[in-house]
């Protein structure tokens, strides 16, 4: 089944209608025919082969062991409990090991039960976001040889996973008595915290930035609070550390207050018609504050570039240091009674250099409704989220 061999870059895509294909690879359907168990995963019932995954997971094993061992003793099929179950044809039904794992998740659980070869660097690589839950999973079933290996790759990779991937690999990593992937992620953690500094060195950034850090464990602060504190130790000197002021209690609720701000901010462009029309001319808005750090919108009338000729170009800029935020951008429509907002999205690292689309929309259709350009005038709303 060519679909389902793994790419050079990653695993196949995963089929909900053939879930069975993704981890089957060969001769599926005798495989099927030769199953004598079936795993739930997300209301999806995945057949599988009880000698397979007992030399992958020990829970499984001792699953399939009472079973059978249940089955010879009183001659009736066993599993009374509502997780485990014996259907009309003999076949043990699990609910429960998989119970609370997404179909593609349990699917993926079982392709390396059966395919340990296919735990690749491209292949993890390609189900990032699957890793927290599957590490969980190989924990909680006994499985040792994958769990080694997910541990492993976790944390080789975990110097370049983003913020949100960094805090559930910790996380998980915690629950699962990963030492190594634990410390790895909280120290990559902290290196971005202390490297905000250069760059926002003000209370709002900094407790922005602490507060994506809400989920992690007493025990994980604890740990990425001394990380942070001793670089700070090694950075400073001992005149800057000695000269270090507390700040008050009315500049910490103010930064409190202007870190919660999400970043909302309107541009109202008046007179557009009038505006010069040439590609690459830049109307820029003014400043505005976003969790402590400083962001403007830039506008080009008519394209920032010649490709983008005949369109809006719209992106945001920032004053300081890179800032990885989730930024929401709307072409506001003027119509009271049916507005049409066209509104684009994206999370990414903002920069002095900007960060956002070269054609937002095109000239055609914000000249089409009336609504774009009541007035005379362009209204852009921007919401602009600052993360870690």
Known sequence: MEASMPSDDGLPAFDKAKPQAYYLVENREEMEALSDAVLVAGGVSLPVHSQVLSMQSGVLRRMFVDFRGSQRSSGEQAGSSSQNVADKEGEFVLKEPLAGCSAHEGALFLRFCYRPEDMTQPSLNAVTGSLPALLRLAHKL?????????????????????????????????HCEQTDLRLACTAH??????????????????????????GCSKRTLLLLLGLVTGAGRQLASAEQLLGYAAATNDEVTAAQQQARNPGTFEWRIAQFSQQPAQVGHALKSPWFSAGGRQCQLSAYLNGDTAQSEGHLSLYVVTNQDTARASVQLTLSDQDKEKPQDETKSYTEELTPLGRGYSKFVTLEKLRSRP???????????AKVHVLL
């Open 142 to 174: 006994e499985a040792g040889r994958m769990l080694q290996r997910l541990g492993q790759h976790m944390t080789e990779e975990s110097a370049g996973g983003s913020t949100e991937e960094l805090i559930a690999w910790t996380d998980a990593g915690e």
């Open 189 to 214: 953690l902290a290196q971005r915290l202390v490297a905000r500094a250069p760059g926002s060195q003000n209370l709002a950034a900094g407790i922005a930035d602490a507060e994506q850090l809400e």
């Open 371 to 381: 609504g774009y350009l009541a007035g005379d005038a362009l209204v852009i709303r």
